[in-house]
C-alpha cells in the first residue's frame, strides 16, 4: 500500500545526516511508484513528485533537521496542499433556508449521508429537512425515512398533489415546506445510476436548477480507486458541485481517491464518511487525512474520539502521556488505553486510524473483546507499584497474579510482554513524529 511503500522509504533514510542528490531521487521514486500503486492519477503524481523533488533540493541548504523528517514534513505539507489545505466549513445561506444537494453515483452514500448530515447539523442547533428527491429505485423513498427516523430528521417525501414521480416537483415542494415550517437547512437527496449517463445527469442538473442549492455535495466512494476520477470530472461537467463528500474511508483504499480527486476537480473534500453509522461521520481535514496516508496515523482524530467518550481530563493525561513520552507509561495506562479503544467501538475500526499499524496489525489482531476482560482482570489483580513498574513482576509476583485473576502464568506472561511492546513502539512512533520529542525506551 501507499502508506507501507512511504514508511518502507522514510525507514531507508533513518541514521543518515543529510539529504543527497541519490537519496532524493531514490525517495521520490519510491514515493511514485506507492502513489501509482495506490491508484493515483498519473498526472496528480507527476505534479506531486515534482513539488517535493523541487523542495527536497532547496530544503538541503538547511538541513538541520534529520533526513527523515525532512521528507516526512515536506511530503506532508505538499499532500496537505492538494487536499486543500485547511477544512472547507458548510455555507450557510444569508437567508434560510439553506439549500444542500447530493449527487453521486448510486450506492456511493448518498442517502446515509443525508441522516449524517442531518444528525450533524441537529448537533450543531440547526433544524435540517431532509427531501426525497430519489423516486428512480422503489425503496429510495422509505431508506430516506428510515434513516430520518433514525437520525431524529424530519423527511419530506412526495405525496398525492406534490408531485408523485417527479423528482423536481418534489424537490421544490420540499423547499417550500422547509421556509413554510422554519426549517433552516434542507438536504436534498437525489438518484443515482450505477454509471454516469446522460439520463442521471439531466435529471440531477434539472433539480439542481430548480431549487438553486447553495452547496451541490458530489458523494464518492473512495473504494472505486481510479475510477473516482472519471465519475467526479463527469459529475463536475455535467452537474457541477462546490465540494466532495468522501464516503467509505473505512475500506482499505485510504489516500489515492481523495488525492485524485482534489487535484483533478480542484474542488475542496469537505465531509468524510467512515462506516454505515449515523455518527461515522465527520468533516474532512487535510492534515489529518495526509498523516494517516503517511502512516502517521490519525491521532488528533483518535485523540477527540476519545475525549467523546471519555472523561477529557483523563484522556487528555493519556494522550499527552502517549505523545510526549511524559512520565512513565505504565500498566494503568495501557489498560486505559485497551478499554479507551473498546468504548470507542469495533477495534478494527479504531486500528486504521493509529500510528504504525503496518506491523502492529498481527499482533493486535489477535485482541478481542473476552481478551479485554481477561486483561483487565489480570492488572485489576497487581498492586499500584507493580502496574506502575511492571518490571518487578518476578516469577512469584506473576503466580500470585494469575491465582488471583484466575488466569494462567502464561495468560500474565504474555500480557506483560505485549505491555512491553506496546510501550516500545509508542516511544519510538514518537520519535518519528516532527516536533515530538523522542524518548528513550527503558531498558
Ligand atoms: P446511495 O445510493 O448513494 O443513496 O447510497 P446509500 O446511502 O444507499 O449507500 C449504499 C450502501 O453503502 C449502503 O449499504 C450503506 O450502508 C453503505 N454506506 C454508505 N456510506 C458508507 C460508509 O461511509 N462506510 C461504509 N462501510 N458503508 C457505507
Ligand atoms: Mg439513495
Do not use: C
Not at 342 to 359: A, E, F, T, V, W
Not at 399 to 408: E, L, Q, W, Y
Request: proline share 4%; glycine share 10%; no cysteine.
Amino acid at each position: 500500500t501507499l502508506t507501507d511503500r512511504l514508511s518502507a522509504v522514510f525507514r531507508n533514510l533513518r541514521g543518515k545526516t543529510r539529504l543527497t542528490d541519490a537519496d532524493i531521487e531514490a525517495t521520490t521514486r519510491e514515493i511514485r511508484l506507492a502513489l501509482l500503486e495506490a491508484d493515483v492519477n498519473l498526472a496528480v503524481v507527476k505534479e506531486f513528485i515534482q513539488a517535493v523533488r523541487e523542495r527536497a533540493k532547496g530544503a538541503q541548504i538547511h538541513a538541520a533537521l534529520n533526513p527523515a523528517q525532512q521528507i516526512l514534513q515536506i511530503v506532508n505539507e505538499e499532500l496537505i496542499e492538494i487536499l486543500g489545505g485547511a477544512a472547507r466549513p458548510l455555507r450557510y445561506a444569508k437567508k434560510p433556508p439553506t439549500v444542500i444537494l447530493l449527487a453521486g453515483l448510486q450506492g456511493s452514500g448518498k442517502t446515509t449521508l443525508a441522516g449524517k448530515l442531518g444528525k450533524w447539523l441537529k448537533g450543531q442547533g440547526h433544524s435540517p429537512l431532509l427531501v426525497a428527491a430519489d423516486l428512480q429505485r422503489p425503496n429510495a423513498v422509505n431508506q430516506l425515512q428510515v434513516v430520518g427516523e433514525r437520525a431524529g430528521v424530519q423527511v419530506f417525501a412526495p405525496e398525492p398533489g406534490n408531485g408523485i414521480g417527479d423528482p423536481v416537483a418534489v424537490a421544490k415542494a420540499g423547499l417550500e415546506f422547509a421556509a413554510s415550517k422554519l426549517y433552516d437547512v434542507v438536504v436534498v437527496d437525489t438518484a443515482g445510476r450505477l454509471g454516469i449517463d446522460e439520463e442521471l445527469m439531466r435529471q440531477a442538473a434539472e433539480i439542481r436548477a430548480a431549487v438553486n442549492p447553495d452547496e451541490v455535495l458530489f458523494v464518492v466512494d473512495a473504494m472505486i480507486g481510479q475510477d473516482a476520477v472519471n465519475t467526479a470530472k463527469a459529475f463536475a461537467e455535467g452537474v457541477g458541485f462546490d465540494a466532495v463528500v468522501l464516503s467509505k474511508l473505512d475500506g482499505d483504499a485510504r489516500g489515492g481517491a481523495a488525492l485524485s480527486i482534489a487535484k483533478v476537480t480542484g474542488k475542496p473534500i469537505m465531509f468524510a464518511s467512515n462506516g454505515e453509522g449515523l455518527d461515522d461521520f465527520d468533516a474532512f481535514y487535510p492534515d489529518r487525512m495526509a498523516s494517516r496516508i503517511l502512516d502517521m496515523g490519525d491521532l488528533l482524530t483518535l485523540i477527540e474520539q476519545a475525549q467523546k467518550t471519555f472523561d477529557a481530563e483523563q484522556s487528555a493525561k493519556a494522550a499527552q502521556k502517549l505523545l510526549q513520552g511524559k512520565g512513565e507509561f505504565g500498566l494503568d495506562d495501557f489498560l486505559q488505553q485497551m478499554q479507551a479503544v473498546r468504548k470507542m467501538g469495533p477495534l478494527s475500526k479504531i486500528l486504521g486510524m493509529m500510528p504504525g499499524m503496518g506491523q502492529m496489525k498481527d499482533q493486535i489482531a489477535g485482541i478481542d473483546e473476552r481478551e479485554i476482560d481477561r486483561i483487565e482482570a489480570i492488572i485489576y489483580s497487581m498492586t499500584p507499584a507493580e502496574r506502575a513498574n511492571p518490571k518487578m513482576l518476578d516469577g512469584s509476583r506473576r503466580a500470585r497474579i494469575a491465582n488471583g485473576s484466575g488466569t494462567k502464568v502464561s495468560d500474565v506472561n504474555s500480557l506483560v510482554n505485549r505491555f512491553f511492546d506496546a510501550r516500545k513502539m509508542m516511544q519510538s512512533m514518537a520519535g518519528s513524529i516532527p516536533g515530538m520529542p523522542r524518548k528513550q525506551a527503558p531498558q
